[in-house]
């Protein structure tokens, strides 16, 4: 009947949740990318985290990069404040949109990808065969993915990044009546290197949390197929999570004055 009582369990469980977190933390970082390292497992994530998922990143900057020209447009023109439109879509993608839109597909799809594969491993003590093997699989399975991650995301956000201008290109030279080379001049002129590295400073740390956070609930998943499910639903939910909290972090240390 104490009213704090669930609060209390609540926010001890998280406690706990945090801790159990660290401690993989530690483990993937001090076994995982110590010496020697799995090169082929190392190129085989590279390939499935960066290249396959060029498609859905790519495809989201493009929309996003036209909704975003639409939208400054019907705004500024209240103001007739037009001309922005080139600059702030660049500013927009590169520094909040880009990074952020990319993560979140990325989680969505290579976050449960990861847990999925590493719950069902676990489930079917394929990782316990692995340590019978005397193959640590710290090195040998979370290691290579969180390189991975942290690599080939920024590729991702920086081609992200150039497609979703071009979208906005295309949206406001042949929908908003922009010309073709103002427009690349107001983008060229505003958009600076810092905007484009801090938003693939923020790519690498996206990367890495989609990496822990998948690698974390399907390393801990068990109850067979219903843990394996629960392990992908809490890898993807997590890794959103952070992601956005991250950003926020991120936004505040990198364009705080």
């Keep these: 009947m104490n009213p704090f009582q669930p609060i209390g369990r609540a926010v001890l469980a998280l406690l706990a949740e945090i801790g159990r977190v660290t401690l993989f933390l530690r483990d993937g970082l001090s076994q995982g990318l110590s010496p020697t390292f799995f090169v082929r497992q190392i190129i085989t994530q590279m390939w499935r985290i960066g290249y396959n998922s060029l498609p859905v990143v790519g495809l989201t900057a493009f929309f996003t990069g036209g909704a975003l020209a639409l939208q400054i447009y019907l705004g500024s023109s209240r103001f007739n404040a037009e001309s922005l439109v080139a600059s702030i879509v660049a500013l927009g993608i590169t520094r909040e949109l880009g990074p952020v839109l990319a993560g979140l597909m990325v989680a969505g799809r290579v976050g449960a990808s990861i847990a999925a594969e590493l719950g069902t491993m676990r489930v079917t003590e394929q990782i316990d065969a692995l340590v019978t093997l005397s193959t640590n699989p710290f090195k040998y399975l979370v290691g290579p993915r969180l390189i991975a991650a942290v690599v080939t995301l920024p590729i991702l956000v920086a081609i992200g990044d150039t497609i979703g201008i071009m979208g906005g290109y295309i949206v406001g030279t042949r929908s908003l009546g922009f010309n073709s080379y103002a427009y690349i001049k107001n983008t060229s002129d505003f958009l600076e290197v810092d905007d484009v590295t801090s938003g693939l400073i923020k790519a690498a740390v996206f990367g890495f949390i989609i990496a ?31 992601i956005l909290a991250a950003n926020f972090a991120l936004t505040n240390l990198l364009f705080s004055e």
């Design 212 to 242: 822990v956070m998948g690698c974390y609930h399907g390393f801990n998943s068990k109850g067979g197929a219903q843990g394996v499910g629960r392990a992908t639903t809490n890898a993807v939910v997590s890794a959103a999570i952070l």
